[in-house]
């Protein structure tokens, strides 16, 4: 194991953490903001993180690849509710199997300041108001989501991508932050 990947995991993983902390803090969600990922910083995230550090991707990729899964990514999506991840189980409805329930308004709002701040730390200099979208396109046909809190997902990713970030955070702030329902979307 490299000591400079120590410091370089610890160095990425707390960039993320206060630049998603920034961005709850500008909606008002305070308490999602200080608490965002702090099992990151568990021994089970945290060694397997500096192992498979990667510095331009996350490093459970590199985990996944190497052993056939990710057990920094299952640790971290059983415990975090701002991953859809966290809310797959076995359906009640006509699926048959598992299927993605729908997510809580203040995890989805959570789960959109994590995805803007992850554009920003591994884009750097090259992010733009269009990177989350474009992120979320390349996955999008691959998620096990609830189909309502997909398409708040998606109407407010193209919201930012369009209007950007001062509009779209002041749209959260008002629709969504302390609300229970998710908001109507055209
Ligand atoms: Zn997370």
């Not at 090259?126 to 997902?153: C, F, N, V």
């Amino acid at each position: 194991m490299q000591l400079i990947n120590i410091w370089r995991h610890f160095h990425t993983i707390t960039e993320h953490k206060i630049m998603v902390a920034r961005h709850c803090f500008k909606v008002g969600m305070y308490w999602q903001g200080l608490t965002h990922d702090l099992s990151k910083y568990s021994p089970s995230e945290f060694w397997q993180g500096v192992k498979y550090y990667q510095g331009y991707r996350s490093p459970n990729n590199a985990e996944r690849e190497d052993k056939g899964y990710s057990a920094a990514w299952l640790h971290h999506k059983g415990r975090n509710k701002h991953h859809y991840e966290y809310w797959i189980d076995y359906s009640t409805g006509p699926v048959k199997g598992m299927t993605g329930m729908k997510m809580p308004l203040k995890y989805v709002n959570e789960m959109i300041m994590d995805r803007i701040a992850a554009s920003k730390v591994y884009e750097g200099t090259a992010y733009t108001q269009h990177s989350p979208l474009k992120y979320y396109e390349m996955g999008k046909d691959g998620y096990m989501i609830h189909p309502e809190t997909r398409a708040l997902l998606e109407y407010i990713l193209k919201m930012l991508d369009k209007k950007g970030e001062e509009k779209t955070f002041a749209y959260m702030r008002k629709y969504m932050v302390g609300r229970k329902n998710y908001p109507k979307i055209k």
